[in-house]
């Protein structure tokens, strides 16, 4: 079966490379885990006990209002979202070649490179789709997406880096949970669900990154999106003045596009071309 192959072995007469990897011990990971659990549940218990409220309808008073080509309208924002087509048809096609990959992948680390890969494409469609005619209806199919590449990517770090047991209920679980909370949004008009899961999954991915480290080369494929995204949230914010700072050339809605678009792709690279470490002590490692 494939959820039980191997990833890459280390063995100890392999040559010495300047990747090592210290596995924590069972109290530092046990400490660590319960950090996060912490983060987990204060964010969420703010979502909960914070006043209800709705989706702001200016919210979809974005600054491009251009039409262009083939009267497409708000056509930054609209045409910004390819980026996402790409990126998602390059993780799936990454998925089912295994040539492309240097590390056999377990099933679950498949299936949320998966869940990445459909998520993606699903915002390239379904942002695009929203931003035509922007509304509360239009915006859960761009939202409903979204949720799912932002799951995968909590997912598989929690899988990698904290425990592979963790792995195969992760990669259900969390998709799962995102998609009820922005249903949930959008059946109820109340936004503290989908707010709350969306900044629990910035904050314990970023928690993983920084807490645990990881089995894999490439690093840095984890750590650029996170930034990225950062950026991204915070050109949302600033789409009118970036607009206006750049004399109506881009909004900053369509850079955030761009900028998670370019996360989404940093991850399929580390994807494709990690390897294992080498364990400091020179112990035979294998992924579970």
């Known amino acids: 079966m494939a959820g039980k192959r191997k990833s890459c072995v280390h063995v100890q007469n ?31 218990l703010v979502a909960l006990f914070v006043p209800s409220f709705r989706q702001p309808q200016q919210y979809h008073n974005f600054a491009d209002q251009r039409v262009c080509l083939l009267a497409v309208p708000h056509c930054g924002d609209v045409l910004s979202n390819i980026p996402f087509l790409f990126v998602g048809v390059s993780g799936w096609l990454l998925a089912f070649d295994k040539s492309k990959r240097r590390c056999v992948m377990t099933f679950w680390q498949w299936l949320a490179l998966m869940f990445l890969s459909i998520g993606l494409i699903g915002t390239a469609f379904g942002s695009a789709y929203y931003h035509w005619s922007p509304n509360d209806s239009r915006l859960l199919w761009d939202r409903i997406p979204m949720a799912i590449a932002l799951s995968a990517v909590l997912a598989g770090s929690v899988g990698e ?60 494929a984890g750590y650029i999106p996170l930034l990225l995204f950062a950026l991204a949230r915070l050109f949302e ?52």
């Open 237 to 288: 914010i600033l789409d009118h003045m970036t607009w206006l700072l750049t004399l109506h050339f881009v909004s900053g809605h369509t850079l955030k596009h761009l900028l998670a678009a370019a996360a989404g792709q940093f991850l399929v690279h580390g994807v494709q071309y990690r390897n294992l470490k080498k364990v400091a002590n020179s112990v035979t490692i294998q992924q579970h």
């Open 161 to 220: 880096r904290v425990s592979g047991a963790f792995g195969p209920i992760m990669v259900i679980l969390v998709p799962l949970m995102g998609i009820i909370c922005t249903m949930w949004w959008r059946v109820t008009n109340d936004l503290r669900l989908y707010a709350g899961f969306q900044a629990a999954c910035v904050l314990l991915y970023g928690g993983v990154l920084c807490l645990f480290p990881s089995p894999y080369t490439h690093e840095y």
């Open 14 to 44: 392999i040559p010495s490379t300047t990747h090592e990897y210290i596995p924590l011990t069972q109290k530092q990971t046990l400490i660590r885990m319960g950090i996060l659990a912490v983060v987990a549940a204060a964010v969420m």
